[in-house]
């Protein structure tokens, strides 16, 4: 009788890394170094404490929105006075510095990208490299997937995702209020359409999560009887087959629109007036 020996049950020993030929470090490194600028970037404003509305348009920047600082009220820019704080005020003035402004949206909408399905893939290729691309060789010597602490809990991704569905509906608020005159009234500048396209983008990037996918046409038998929300399925799986390019437009968007407005809350700049 021929004996035949059960298969290893370990990984296959190739010596080289990868067989891949083309240039499989563009992304990770790419990946690596934008995702590294804009955390810089949106630390440094989160905690900066001023030139952050710009009270004669009513512009807020989305990394302080809802305002809920004492500073938020009475905020002075070229001799205009207004409230940025829609929402009340808790945190007091003396926490400027340590505490976001926005300490209430900041953390959601932080879990809610950082267990977004897009974001998993590339930071997990890009400063973990687990793995730095398909077909290379990881340097990790086991692999636990998602099954444990702290990973497991990317599984609350869908509530983080309702809780940024709501916060995109106060920052479509701000957009709205942007809408304002120089004199009171309704007028549009430059700020205007910056926070609007962003309110567009930001979304489109929440409706095009997988959880969205999920909440309108998941746990239906048949679709026929439900006909409404076939459509919406529909629609939403148009839109999330391009999940991850509005996940990384939005990146760009949030610091246009909160660069643009620093720099008219500080005077720097003039905003620019298409209508009053």
Not at 60 to 89: K, M, Q, R, W
Request: charged share 15%; net charge positive; hydrophobic share 45%.
């Amino acid at each position: 009788m021929t004996t035949v020996e059960a298969p290893a049950k370990s990984r296959a020993q190739i010596k080289e890394r990868t067989l891949r030929k083309d240039n499989w470090r563009l992304y990770p490194v790419t990946t690596f170094v934008i995702f590294t600028a804009w955390v810089v970037y949106a630390t440094v404003r989160a905690f900066w404490g001023s030139a952050f509305y710009v009270p004669q348009y009513h512009y807020l920047t989305p990394f302080y929105s809802p305002c809920l600082n004492e500073i938020c009220n009475n905020v002075t820019v070229d001799g205009h006075t207004g409230d940025a704080a829609e929402f009340g005020t808790f945190l007091p003035a003396a926490t400027r510095g340590w505490i976001p402004f926005a300490a209430i949206s900041l953390p959601f909408l932080l879990l809610f990208r950082l267990t977004c399905y897009y974001y998993r893939k590339a930071y997990y290729r890009s400063f973990w490299a687990a793995p730095s691309a398909c077909a290379v060789r990881e340097p990790h010597g086991k692999y636990t997937g998602e099954r444990r602490f702290p990973l497991i809990g990317q599984n609350l991704h869908r509530y983080f995702w309702l809780a940024a569905f709501a916060i995109s509906l106060i920052n479509t608020w701000d957009a709205v209020r942007a809408f304002h005159g120089k004199d009171g009234g309704f007028g549009i500048g430059l700020g205007t359409v910056i926070l609007v396209a962003n309110v567009v983008l930001l979304w489109l990037y929440t409706l095009s999560c997988h959880s969205c996918r999920h909440v309108v046409g998941g746990r239906l038998k048949n679709f026929s009887k439900h006909p409404f929300r076939y459509r919406m399925w529909g629609w939403v799986s148009k839109i999330n087959q391009r999940h991850g390019m509005y996940a990384l437009i939005t990146l760009g968007s949030l610091v246009v629109a909160d660069l643009y407005v620093a720099l008219v809350a500080s005077n720097t700049i003039s905003d620019l007036r298409i209508f009053n």
